[in-house]
T-cell receptor, first 112, second 114 residues
């Protein structure tokens, strides 16, 4: 079964502190992993995806197939990073309908 | 920048009534989705739609649910006879192509069943 687990419901850090939002997945095939973010009163939007290996707003995430993890990291948190973060998975390959499987989400609270 | 829109933003209905939630996906997108999020729970996939037919659906998407793209613009989710447990936030999303990966989400419709 496909599953995404985000163990922390809430992560609270001070501005300037490093941030790591954890995400683990289970999937028997080859997945594509994403981080989506939802700022207050805004819609869900893509933050980054593992295949592009890019850094967005200072965030990075590396797919670790051995540990089946895709943790989101930022070295210095900013107050504007406060939001709900969702890790998500989709299938790769010809059977891919684009369906996303989401984790529970982690609320990141960056205190001044 | 084009956006996915959803109407209404909030719908209150009585148990047993039919509701239709409406979405206007981004115009050159080909794949369409409905997700729901019950308060305090994760975002759950309901259904995907491509080439005028359902391409995948979850076990949540039973006979009470249906989707339609009636006019090449709107994408609707109908719940025939609402139950209390259908109360949730319903998100529509669209995707240009499965190889493009980025799904664009609408702002959601909050459905309250009383």
């Amino acid at each position: 079964a496909q599953r995404v687990t985000q163990p922390e419901k809430l992560l609270s850090v001070f501005k300037g502190a490093p941030v790591e939002l954890k995400c683990n997945y289970s999937y028997s095939g080859s997945p594509e992993l994403f981080w989506y973010v939802q700022y207050s009163r805004q819609r869900l939007q893509l933050l980054l995806r593992h295949i592009s290996r890019e850094s967005i707003k200072g965030f990075t995430a590396d797919l670790n197939k051995g540990e089946t993890s895709f943790h989101l990291k930022k070295p210095f948190a900013q107050e504007e990073d406060s939001a709900m973060y969702y890790c998500a998975l989709t299938r790769h390959g010809s059977s891919n309908t684009g369906k996303l499987i989401f984790g529970q989400g982690t609320t990141l609270q960056v205190k001044p | 920048e084009p956006e996915v829109t959803q109407t209404p933003s909030h719908q209150v209905t009585q148990m047993g009534q039919e509701v239709i939630l409406r979405c206007v996906p981004i115009s050159n997108h080909l794949y369409f989705y409905w997700y729901r999020q019950i308060l305090g729970q994760k975002v759950e996939f309901l259904v995907s739609f491509y080439n005028n037919e359902i391409s995948e659906k979850s076990e949540i998407f039973d006979d009470q649910f249906s989707v339609e793209r009636p006019d090449g613009s709107n994408f609707t989710l109908k719940i025939r006879s609402t139950k209390l447990e259908d109360s949730a936030m319903y998100f529509c999303a669209s995707l240009q192509g499965v190889d493009r990966h980025e799904q664009y989400f609408g702002p959601g419709t909050r459905l309250t069943v009383t």
